[in-house]
C-alpha cells in the first residue's frame, strides 16, 4: 500500500506512473457509461486532483452514490491526463469511502455560493474554493511575517491575553470575571467587591500586546508579538472585528524614520512572498472576485511609499475640492475617507503619514519638538486604509508622566511602565500590523470576515 501524500506533491509529477494514494473529500463526480470522474481535494491545493473510476472496480455500486462532500481515499496509479486543465490524474484501483455525504442536503453544492452564505456556516467554507484560497495565503503570510523577523534576530514573544492594563488607554476592552453577575458581590460601600474575583481586581482582553513587548525590547533589543488582540468597538465595517491578530515589533535604539523604512520592506516582502508561493491561489481569486488582484500586489512591491506628515495630509486633502462626509480640519483624525483618498486618488501608491497631533493619539507616543505633535506613523494602503499604526515611544520620564496626566489616566497602573524609564531607557519605536487587513489586501477580499476563520463582531460570535 503505497504512503498517502498530499495532492499537490502528486500534481508535481514525480511519481507519474507509480501506485500511489490520495485522500481527500470529493467535490464533484460525474458518470458515464465506462467510467466516473472524481474530483478530489484535500486542501493542499486549489485544483484538486481528477480520480478516473472504472466501472469494473469492487464497488462501484457505492461509487455511484458517493455524493460531494464525501471523504474518500483512492489508490491508483498516477498517469498523464489527456484531459484539459489537469497534468496528471489517478487511475483508481480501490476507492475506500471513510464517510459518504447526503447529495442534496449538503450545504454546499456544486454552484457557487454566496460570501454571506457561506459565513452562516463557517465550519463548512473552508472546504470551499475561495475560502481554501484564502486560508492557504493566511498560512503563508504567517510563516513570512516569522521568517522576516527571525532571519533579522528578532525574539518572538508572547503577551499575555488577560491583562490589567489598556495599552491604547481608549477604554475599549472586553472584561473577563467569574463573578456571578446575576448576584455579584458589594463591598460594604455597595461597589463591585472585585477583590472576590478571580484575580482580586478588574482584568480584560488584551488590545495590543505593545506595552509588553516595550518590557522584552528593552532586555532582548529587537522582539515582535504576534498574537490574537480584542476590541470591543462598535465597529460594524468591512474592516473592523473585535477579536483580530496583531504583529507589534518592537525595536530598540530605534528611531521613527528608521521604523518607517523597515516598514516598507516588511510590507513589500509579505506582498512578494505571496506571489511567489501563491499564484495559483491569487489567480483563483483574481478571476472571480478581484480582476486586479495580481497587478495590485505587483505594483505595491515595486512602488515607493510615500511619506508625509499630517500636516501636509491635511493640507492636500483641504486643497482637494472633494467634498468629504467627515470635515478635514487640523487636529481631527483623519476618517477612512480620507485615507483613502490620499492612498488611492492623489498620491496613488501606499502613504505613511507622521506626526499627528498629540490630543488624537496614545499616551505612550513620543513628543516632538512643537509641543503639539508625536513620532506617530500610520501606514495607508489603498481600499483599506490604515493597515500599520505605530509609532516612537516616549522614552524620557519626565515628559511620559506629564502626558499621562495630561489625559487624566491612573498613574499608579503603569507604575512599571515609568519605571522603565528610570531604569536604562532608549529611544525605542515599534508598530501594528492588522494580521487580517494584511490577508484582506494580499487576497483582495471585500471583507474582513472572510480572512478569518470565526469572526467575532458586534451581536455574533458563531461557532
Ligand atoms: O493602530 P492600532 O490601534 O495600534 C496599536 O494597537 C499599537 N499598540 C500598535 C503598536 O504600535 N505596537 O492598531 C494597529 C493595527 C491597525 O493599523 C489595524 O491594521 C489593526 O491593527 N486593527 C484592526 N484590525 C481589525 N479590526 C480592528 N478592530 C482593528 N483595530 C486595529
Ligand atoms: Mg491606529
Same mark, same amino acid.
Not at 498523464?80 to 496528471?88: A, L, M, N, T, V
Given at each position: ?190 461597589? !463591585?467587591?472585585? #477583590?472576590?474575583?478571580? /484575580?482580586?481586581? +478588574? =482584568? ?5 500586546? @505593545?506595552? *509588553?513587548? $516595550? ?101 492636500? !486633502?483641504?486643497? #482637494?475640492?472633494?467634498? /468629504?462626509?467627515? +470635515? =478635514? ?5 483623519? @476618517?477612512? *475617507?480620507? $485615507? ?121 460570535? *458563531?461557532?
Amino acid at each position: 500500500m503505497p504512503k498517502r501524500l498530499k495532492i499537490n506533491t502528486l500534481l508535481k509529477g514525480d511519481l507519474c506512473g507509480q501506485e500511489v494514494c490520495a485522500r481527500g473529500w470529493v467535490r464533484t463526480k460525474r458518470d458515464s457509461k465506462s467510467v466516473s470522474f472524481i474530483n478530489l481535494n484535500d486542501g493542499s491545493n486549489q485544483m484538486g486532483i481528477q480520480i478516473i473510476v472504472d466501472t469494473d472496480i469492487e464497488n462501484y455500486e457505492a461509487i455511484l452514490h458517493l455524493n460531494t462532500g464525501a471523504a474518500i481515499e483512492a489508490v491508483g496509479k498516477l498517469v498523464d491526463s489527456p484531459g484539459k486543465g489537469q497534468k496528471f490524474e489517478i487511475h483508481a484501483d480501490q476507492i475506500h469511502i471513510y464517510g459518504n455525504a447526503p447529495g442534496e442536503s449538503y450545504p454546499l453544492q456544486k454552484k457557487g455560493h454566496s460570501l454571506e452564505y457561506l459565513r452562516e456556516i463557517a465550519y463548512l467554507r473552508p472546504r470551499t474554493n475561495t475560502l481554501g484560497c484564502v486560508f492557504r495565503i493566511r498560512n503563508g503570510l504567517a510563516h513570512a511575517i516569522h521568517q522576516f523577523f527571525q532571519d533579522r534576530g528578532f525574539i518572538y514573544v508572547h503577551a499575555p491575553v488577560i491583562t490589567a492594563s489598556d495599552a491604547e488607554g481608549s477604554g475599549e476592552m472586553f472584561q473577563v470575571t467569574t463573578l456571578d453577575l446575576k448576584n455579584p458581590p458589594a463591598t460594604e460601600k455597595g461597589a !463591585l467587591d472585585y #477583590s472576590q474575583d478571580f /484575580f482580586g481586581k +478588574p =482584568v480584560f482582553l488584551t488590545v495590543s500586546g @505593545q506595552l *509588553e513587548a $516595550e518590557i522584552f525590547a528593552l532586555a532582548l533589543s529587537d522582539v515582535y508579538t504576534f498574537g490574537p488582540t480584542f476590541r470591543a468597538e462598535n465597529s460594524n465595517t468591512s474592516r473592523h472585528l473585535a477579536e483580530f491578530w496583531m504583529i507589534e515589533p518592537e525595536i530598540s535604539f530605534c528611531d521613527l524614520d528608521d521604523m518607517t523604512v523597515m516598514t516598507e520592506e516588511f510590507l513589500k516582502y509579505l506582498l512578494h512572498y505571496c506571489l511567489e508561493h501563491y499564484r495559483e491561489d491569487l489567480e483563483f481569486l483574481q478571476k472571480f472576485y478581484n480582476k486586479k488582484l495580481i497587478a495590485t500586489l505587483e505594483g505595491i512591491v515595486q512602488s515607493t511609499f510615500k511619506k508625509i506628515t499630517y500636516s501636509e495630509a491635511v493640507d492636500v !486633502l483641504q486643497k #482637494s475640492g472633494k467634498s /468629504f462626509e467627515f +470635515p =478635514v480640519q487640523w487636529g481631527a483624525d483623519l @476618517q477612512s *475617507e480620507h $485615507e483613502r483618498f490620499l492612498t488611492e486618488q492623489h498620491f496613488k501608491c501606499p502613504v505613511v503619514v507622521v506626526d499627528y497631533p498629540k490630543d488624537i493619539k496614545a499616551f505612550y507616543m513620543r513628543q516632538n519638538d512643537d509641543g503639539r505633535t508625536v513620532a506617530a506613523m500610520d501606514v495607508l494602503f489603498p481600499k483599506l486604509g490604515e493597515i500599520i499604526g505605530g509609532s516612537q515611544r516616549e522614552e524620557r520620564y519626565d515628559s511620559l508622566l506629564e502626558r499621562i496626566h495630561a489625559m487624566e489616566m491612573n498613574e499608579k497602573e503603569y507604575w512599571w511602565y515609568l519605571n522603565l524609564r528610570r531604569f536604562g531607557t532608549v529611544p525605542h519605536s515599534g508598530f501594528g500590523l492588522g494580521f487580517e487587513r494584511l490577508v484582506q489586501f494580499a487576497t483582495g477580499m471585500d471583507n474582513i470576515r472572510d480572512v478569518i476563520p470565526f469572526p467575532r463582531v458586534p451581536k455574533h460570535a *458563531e461557532f
